[in-house]
């Protein structure tokens, strides 16, 4: 063979492994974008759940509440089921404070289990958006324009008290002892 046609062979390997590695690139964003889609379906039915349970707390104990705790925990709720001006993490921001004011005797535990479910579907939520903005940022994929018109999804950052339930005696955080050394 000549050197003409060994470069030529060469390019033709080249060009197939990017047209692969392209493929595989596409069907990695299309996954990563259902997977953005399904994880903020379910962070917005974890938030919508929570919010509800804030509000039936708000009118069904309002005397072992207070009425300025109650009156501002049913506006809250309220807020976060349909929040103006579209800031939805403000207004999910304003109701966890409330919930932190609640007294422990009165927080039912499905309001407990609520926010700890709200806790993991943001943090599943923003697992997905950070695949998908380090797949899109990748110098190849930015070049050949791969995402498309598709808008880079946005972190949903919140805070939801996530990070004390990870610092409980398993993970580290309490005086029992935590993960075992390696």
Do not use: C, K
Not at 11 to 32: N, Q
């Amino acid at each position: 063979m000549t050197t003409g046609a060994w470069l030529l062979l060469v390019a033709g390997v080249l060009l197939v492994l990017l047209l692969l590695w392209t493929a595989w690139t596409l069907t990695r964003l299309r996954r990563l974008a259902g997977r953005v889609r399904r994880a903020r379906e379910v962070l917005d039915a974890a938030l919508l759940r929570r919010a509800e349970l804030a509000a039936a707390l708000a009118r069904e104990h309002a005397d072992a509440l207070g009425p300025d705790l109650a009156a501002a925990l049913a506006t809250a709720s309220a807020g976060a089921r349909a929040p103006s001006a579209g800031d939805r993490e403000a207004a999910e921001n304003a109701l966890g404070r409330l919930l932190q004011r609640v007294p422990e005797a009165t927080r039912p535990a499905e309001l407990t289990e609520a926010g700890v479910r709200v806790g993991l579907a943001r943090r599943f939520y923003n697992d997905a958006v950070r695949d998908t903005r380090a797949l899109r940022h990748g110098r190849l994929a930015r070049v050949l324009r791969l995402h498309g018109r598709r808008p880079l999804p946005r972190y949903f950052d919140i805070d939801d008290g996530l990070d004390a339930v990870l610092a409980g005696p398993l993970y580290g955080g309490g005086p029992q002892g935590g993960l075992p050394a390696r």
